[in-house]
């Protein structure tokens, strides 16, 4: 799973664009093949428009008898053969694409790659303004080494753009990241957020606080840790809460 940093630099560039895209999300530990891929982007396409996308398509005989899939006929798996047919379709939506992909380099073992491929050749290829609403692809992953797992042909449609993210190098930065773990935004009334600000900022003038925090960053620098402990310490403010 990507990490709080790269999850929250996507969300705040998704949240920065003039029109609200359609968002779909796949994850190379779920999605293990380029059919359940397909048919997740179909789903999440439909909740998002209202229309069914996969209507009709037959699934075979052994996927029939299999307990564990999903029985409406709309979300079944479709066959190979409607991959290019459905990628082709998303930048001709009514409004702009993005894909993003958790888990990149486990996609890149897909057979033949052609789900990758797919969607690179339509970014590639379509062109905003005619009929074309656009269509973005996103590739998250930890390993540094993934552009060489791709093939030579979907590299070739690979734009090259990468962006390197990195947990912070300084104690007060991680400090600093815990606070805003704690005070994300959430709709719960003024009143509600002022006070529980006032519990955040109480909880980290607690010298123990500080302690365990800066414990923690001389060990690991992994966030995930760090919100496991800022959860396990999460009864601190609610107790500061209930003094305010």
Sequence with gaps: ???????????????????????????????????????????????????????????????????????????????PSHLPALISLLPTLSRPTIVILDAFDLFAHHARQSLLYCLLDTVQSCRVGQGNNGLAVIGVTSRIDTVNLLEKRVK?????????????????????????????????????EYMWGLAVEKFFDDQKVTEVIEDTFSLTRDVRLLQNVLVSNLSSPLQHLKGC
């Design 1 to 79: 799973m990507y990490s709080f940093l790269t999850a929250k630099i996507i969300e705040q560039v998704i949240e920065s664009l003039p029109t609200e895209p359609i968002v779909i999300r796949l994850s190379g530990h779920t999605q293990q093949n380029d059919r359940l891929a397909l048919r997740e982007v179909a789903q999440q396409l439909s909740l998002q428009t209202g229309k069914s996308f996969l209507a009709g398509i037959e699934e075979t005989e052994d996927e029939t008898q299999n307990p564990f899939l999903d029985p409406i006929p709309s979300t079944s798996l479709p066959p």
């Design 156 to 192: 070739s449609r690979f734009s090259g753009r990468v962006l390197r993210t990195a947990p912070p190098v300084k104690s007060h930065y991680w400090i600093n990241l815990s606070r805003r773990v704690l005070c994300i935004p959430i709709d719960a009334g003024e009143e509600w």
